[in-house]
């Protein structure tokens, strides 16, 4: 970290609650983890209850099927994790059972946690409401990070019988959210939604998220090559969470037409694993220009990023402001152009716009999604303004280390 940006925490008790954490490297665990990393780093006093590594593959690993909790030190931070349930497919129910079984896990285990402050980040909505209770028991600051908005997102993601539970999932994201001190967002949409709860504006800051992804040296041309990637065709790279509101459906249909026009050269590349990873390898399978390869390592990721034309972020035509993809600030970073079919009123065809990295189309519209990939990969010079964009925006906008220093004021309320 830069000297400069820290802050003295020493002495601070600091107790943060999320069901993702590392060595999950993808969606919410990395901003998490070194949030947590930065704290401790600064002096203060930092322990993490969290779930069991499972996303993005909703699947439980062999070493945590037969322990309830367990305990570790992850980067010189205590580190208890504790067992849930983890849906293979989403519903509502299952989805139910999945905060539920981790927020009961908490309350058995950890009803004396000492804290200054109590952190709990948002999505697992019921465990940030057993938060409030833990906060308010030790008289403790309560802060809430919100990185999904949980009623929104029932009704949006397309979840099975997520309009039913909405009303319900409203109602205690709003108690949760007037219990806390402080309410962190990631962007204007998810402030205005807050404010519109009847929680203090003065209440709710902005803090977007960071590039967490390390940049790399790389040889586009060797990389392109190593994945097999054929000079003359134009790859549109979709990364992360192959989920219900991801809407990739659209990605394999925009690869079918292209496919079907024969003299239109686009490799369709979904990368990253998911709930919906399976249904979309069967809806695909007959889709020649379409692949799809396993999540990337670290040391990898920021090198197939580079390597194709277009980097592609997919939503469901329901889906406006419940959530804000992590992988823009990757995409960003990356420095190549950017196609997002998204909501126009929502906060990722927001955050494109900003950037001036790329291109908004219709959401479930794959020969506008088409269109685009073509006349961005076909025109050099655009697509090369566009990544030149995208990198300024993440060197001005996305500094990992400024945002942690602005973020750790808020956590600990030792404010400007």
Not at 344 to 367: C, K, Y
Request: charged content about 20%; some cysteine.
């Amino acid at each position: 970290m830069d000297q400069i940006l820290r802050t003295d925490y020493n002495g601070t008790h600091v107790l943060v609650v999320g069901i993702n954490y590392t060595p999950e490297h993808t969606g919410i665990a990395p901003y998490t983890t070194q949030a947590c990393e930065y704290l401790a780093e600064c002096g203060a006093t930092v322990k993490v209850l969290t779930g069991i590594p499972h996303y993005p593959s909703w699947t439980v690993p062999a070493e945590f099927r037969r322990t309830l909790s367990s305990n570790e030190i992850c980067n010189g931070v205590p580190v208890h994790r504790l067992r849930h349930f983890v849906p293979s497919s989403q519903t509502a129910l299952k989805r139910g059972a999945y905060e539920a079984s981790f927020a009961l896990n908490l309350s058995l285990h950890m009803r004396n946690a000492p804290a200054a402050v109590v952190l709990a980040v948002v999505p697992s909505l019921l465990s940030a409401a057993y938060s409030s209770y833990l906060a308010q028991r030790q008289n403790a600051r309560f802060v809430l990070w919100i990185q999904d908005l949980m009623a929104p997102g029932a009704i949006q993601s397309g979840i099975t019988g997520g309009r039913r539970v909405a009303k319900v999932t409203k109602l205690v994201e709003r108690w949760t959210l007037r219990r806390a001190d402080r309410v962190i967002v990631l962007n204007e949409a998810f402030q205005r939604y807050v404010v519109s709860l009847g929680i203090n504006p003065t209440a709710v800051a902005i803090q977007p998220n960071w590039t967490h992804v390390k940049d790399v040296p790389s040889n586009r041309d060797y990389n392109r090559a190593e994945l097999g990637w054929k000079d003359g065709e134009i790859v549109a790279l979709h990364s992360g969470n192959m989920g219900l509101k991801q809407g990739l459906e659209n990605i394999v249909e925009a690869a079918r037409l292209a496919a079907l026009l024969g003299d239109v050269r686009v490799r369709f590349v979904l990368m990253g694993d998911g709930s919906q990873r399976h249904c979309l390898q069967t809806l695909g399978a007959a889709v020649s220009n379409l692949e799809f390869l396993p999540p990337a390592n670290s040391e990898d990721y920021m090198k197939i990023l580079k390597a194709a034309d277009v980097l592609l972020v997919n939503e469901r035509s329901t889906s406006i402001d419940m959530s804000l993809p992590s992988k823009l600030t990757s995409y960003f970073r990356a420095g190549r152009p950017i196609v997002a079919a998204a909501h126009s009123a929502g906060g990722t065809a927001s955050e494109v716009r900003r950037s001036g990295a790329g291109q908004i189309v219709p959401p479930d519209a794959a020969e506008a999604l088409l269109d685009a990939i073509v006349k961005i990969g076909a025109n050099i010079h655009e697509a090369s303004q566009m990544g030149v964009a995208a990198r300024r925006y993440a060197d001005n906008n996305l500094s990992k280390e400024s945002a942690l220093f602005s973020l750790g004021h808020l956590i600990t309320g030792r404010e400007a």
